[in-house]
Nanobody
């Protein structure tokens, strides 16, 4: 059972990236999936989450969106209009049968390994 986050890289300010969270050993539709990020020297913070019911909790004011890829056991984080302050390691996490989203990290059951996103010119 694992989550694998991928898709990070170097992007210029104003650019876009799509991160993927692929699950193996579980059915991701049974989980709320959240994306978190950690900037060096700072605490890990919640970015966006999608519940099992499809409700979305967004902490970055509309620049990022989240979606489930039907049939692929994958959740995407779509990041637009990226800023240098978005530079961080991004993690995906999953909470079993969570009909509502939150950012309480200790309530998430599964975590991916993280993928680096660097926004720089």
């Amino acid at each position: 059972v694992q989550l694998q986050a991928s898709g990070g890289g170097l992007v210029q300010p104003g650019g876009s990236l799509r991160l993927s969270c692929l699950a193996s050993g579980v059915t991701l539709d049974d989980y709320a999936v959240g994306w978190f990020r950690q900037i060096p020297g700072k605490r890990r913070e919640g970015v966006i989450c999608i519940s099992t019911q499809g409700s979305i909790r967004d902490s970055v004011k509309g620049r990022f969106t989240i979606s489930r890829a039907n049939g692929k056991n994958t959740v995407y984080l779509h990041m637009n209009n990226l800023r240098p302050e978005d530079t961080a390691v991004y993690y995906c996490a999953a909470r079993f049968r969570a009909v509502h989203c939150n950012s309480y990290q200790n309530e998430y059951d599964l975590w991916g390994q993280g993928t680096q996103v660097t926004v720089s010119s």
